[in-house]
């Protein structure tokens, strides 16, 4: 279960849960941040940080891109790439679709042509990598290294092939 997931069922149990005559206290966003443990965000960036990218081979969907954790990477065909421009900028998509950011645009990507690598400036300011112009993402369900459980999402998010295109086998 996703901690966006376990999140939403610990305000949903906690509203449930208390008898309608007895009044019971309000949690303070700490606390149930606290219980719900880490949620997804924008991955962090520290200065200096260099964005790491490879080519990995998903027995799903062939050959994508995965960040430095092995975690495969997406693009939405709602985003712009001329010029490149993320529409995930809410906290409602960022919280599903972290964005891969890159401090001062910088990217190690050996196995990929570095004339597709670059990035595009958010509205926070921050620096999300693209590729081929596409703005490029994690997905939070999927649980481990080589999951590719956001390609196809609502038929406008896919996993990313070495070329910048959407991962077909």
Same mark, same amino acid.
């Given at each position: 279960?996703?901690?966006?997931?376990?999140?939403?069922?610990?305000?949903?149990?906690?509203?449930?849960?208390?008898?309608?005559?007895?009044?019971?206290?309000?949690?303070?966003?700490?606390?149930?941040?606290?219980?719900?443990?880490?949620?997804?965000?924008?991955?962090?960036?520290?200065?200096?940080?260099?964005?790491?990218?490879?080519?990995?081979?998903?027995?799903?969907?062939?050959?994508?891109?995965?960040?430095?954790?092995?975690? /495969?990477?997406?693009?939405?065909?709602?985003?712009? /790439?001329?010029?490149?421009?993320?529409?995930?900028?809410?906290?409602?998509? /960022?919280?599903?679709?972290?964005?891969?950011?890159?401090?001062?645009?910088?990217?190690?990507?050996?196995?990929?042509?570095?004339?597709?690598?670059?990035?595009?400036?958010?509205?926070?300011?921050?620096?999300?990598?693209?590729?081929?112009?596409?703005?490029?993402?994690?997905?939070?369900?999927?649980?481990?290294?080589?999951?590719?459980?956001?390609?196809?999402?609502?038929?406008?998010?896919?996993?990313?092939?070495?070329?910048?295109?959407?991962? /077909?086998?």
């Amino acid at each position: 279960m996703s901690r966006f997931a376990v999140f939403a069922l610990v305000l949903v149990l906690g509203a449930c849960s208390a008898p309608p005559e007895e009044t019971q206290e309000t949690a303070t966003l700490e606390e149930l941040e606290a219980a719900a443990g880490p949620v997804a965000g924008p991955t962090p960036v520290l200065p200096g940080d260099i964005a790491k990218l490879q080519v990995e081979q998903s027995p799903a969907v062939g050959p994508v891109v995965a960040d430095r954790e092995h975690y /495969t990477l997406y693009f939405s065909t709602q985003d712009s /790439t001329n010029p490149p421009k993320s529409t995930c900028v809410e906290a409602e998509c /960022t919280l599903v679709w972290p964005p891969l950011l890159a401090a001062g645009g910088n990217i190690e990507a050996p196995g990929l042509d570095k004339a597709l690598l670059g990035t595009v400036k958010r509205p926070d300011g921050l620096e999300q990598v693209t590729i081929a112009g596409r703005p490029v993402y994690r997905y939070v369900d999927d649980e481990q290294a080589g999951d590719t459980a956001g390609h196809g999402k609502d038929d406008r998010w896919f996993a990313i092939a070495p070329n910048g295109t959407k991962a /077909t086998r």
